[in-house]
């Protein structure tokens, strides 16, 4: 798409060599001799992304172009060319809203320069503007991840606080919770949506790997080391820079981190030369940092220096109201996948999903609901089609061998559940159901990590 350009000028031989040039060099260009008809064709709804006005024009100066301009176009990129250097006129132009200004004679490289510059800004925020508003969904959420659970809730809520700031950010979450995709999430709510988002997962690579792979190497800094090799805090440069299992980082690691996280510096394996980076570091764990400080397993003062916002992802069985978005949205992304006209699920089915204790987290729902929309033949998914172990009757996790109380925990866990999805969260009416006293109700919802936010209505 070419820019389209207004020149202004009052000089008929100056308009046509502009627009000689500009045209040639892929701008749309069209030029006005005066303020009044540069303004009529402004406001008369003409597209023009570029305007290129003189200072010193009959009747209407530049200035008061821009000024009159500015109301009906806030965001138009401006350039004023003045005759002479007077710093009032700049400052005014400026302070008008020109983006830019140029002093006679023009260099038309300069002016070309400007002008792309310009057109790549607006460009760059117009992006901006676009990412933002996918990320802008009703309900306060964010988008793509699905959650009205009141802890979730809270998380988009301190996600999208930091996120335009530069601020590290530590994701906790058991796995499966979707720490990931909070950490995508951030960066596109970033003032750098545009530039790279680098995932390292620490724990998946060998221990020597890990540093060449984050920090890149010279030739010959190791064996196999054959070529020189940029690491991937360096691709992050303008970008995020997305530490997963962090927990899990050697104390030599630990110590690079340490510096990358103080002053955004490191050395290639095998140099002295040290590289900066403008690097946002998002970081994630599925471990308890704080007691592996305590344990001397993990450095103290890297720990405070990425725990500067935290963000909690609580592991689905503590957010069960979730359940029925979280599979509405995979059924749907799913059949379509999978081409398969599937639409609903059984009440007995979902029954089964509300009352699994989901150790694999959402990620574990998606398996499984994938796997229920290739089985379903028809439009509805059964608990047949779920996997063998929500089939009824097979309590999970128990044998033979199990204790008494171990053996029903899951078929009372369940029925807690039922009644209180009935009583919408009411815990006296439930414990009038159950025949239990409400202190017997309460303990038993501790034992099981229920949460009357799991119940009430409209959560
Ligand atoms: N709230 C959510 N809404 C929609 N999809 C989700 C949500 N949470 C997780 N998912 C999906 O579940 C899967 C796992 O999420 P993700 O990879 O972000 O988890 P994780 O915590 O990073 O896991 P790991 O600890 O294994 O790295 C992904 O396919 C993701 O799209
Ligand atoms: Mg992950």
Known sequence: MNPHLLVVDDDPDVRRSLELLLTAEGFDTKTAPDASTARARIQGGERIDLLVTD???????????????RDSHPDLPAILI?????????????????????????????????????WREQGLARE????????????????????????????????????????????????????????RAIHLLSDRPTGPFVEVACGAMPEDLIESELFGHLRGAFTGALTDRRGKVE??????????????????????????????????????????????????????????????????????????????????????????GLVATFLAHHAEYHKKPVHHISADAELA???????????????????????CPGKTIQRAHLPKRFAEGTPAATSLLA?????????????????????????????????VNRSTLFNKMRKYELFDEDFGEGT
């Open 235 to 324: 691709a992050a440069h303008g970008g995020t820079l997305f530490l997963d299992e962090v927990g899990v980082a050697s104390p030599a690691l630990q110590v690079k981190l340490l510096r990358v996280l103080q002053d955004r510096s490191f050395e290639r394996l095998g140099s002295t030369e040290t590289v900066r980076v403008d690097v946002r570091l998002v970081l994630a764990t599925n471990r308890d940092l704080e007691a592996d400080v305590k344990a001397g397993r993990f450095r103290e003062d890297l720990f405070y220096r990425i725990n500067v916002m935290a963000l909690e992802l609580p592991p689905l069985r503590e957010r069960a109201s979730d359940i029925p």
């Open 55 to 69: 200072l010193n024009l009959p009747q209407e100066s530049g200035l008061d172009l821009l000024r009159s301009v």
């Open 128 to 183: 901006n503007q676009e990412l933002k508003s996918q990320l802008r969904t009703e309900d306060g959420q964010l988008a793509g991840i699905v959650g009205r659970h009141p802890k979730m809730r809270a998380i988009f809520q301190s996600a999208r606080t930091v996120a335009p700031t530069r601020a590290t950010v530590l994701i906790h979450g058991e796995s499966g919770t979707g720490k990931t995709m909070l950490a």
């Open 82 to 118: 003045t005759a002479h250097a007077s710093q009032d006129s700049a400052v005014m132009a400026l302070s008008l809203g020109a983006t830019d200004y140029l002093v006679k004679p023009i260099k038309d490289i300069e002016l070309l320069f400007r002008l792309r510059r310009l």
């Open 403 to 435: 204790p008494l109380k171990d053996a029903i925990a899951p078929t009372e866990r369940a029925h807690l559940v039922n009644v209180l999805r009935f009583t919408k969260g009411n815990r006296g009416a439930a414990a009038d159901i159950l025949g």
């Open 353 to 375: 999903l509300l009352t699994h204790g989901w150790p694999g987290n959402v990620r574990e729902l998606e398996n499984v609901i994938e796997h229920a929309v290739v089985l």
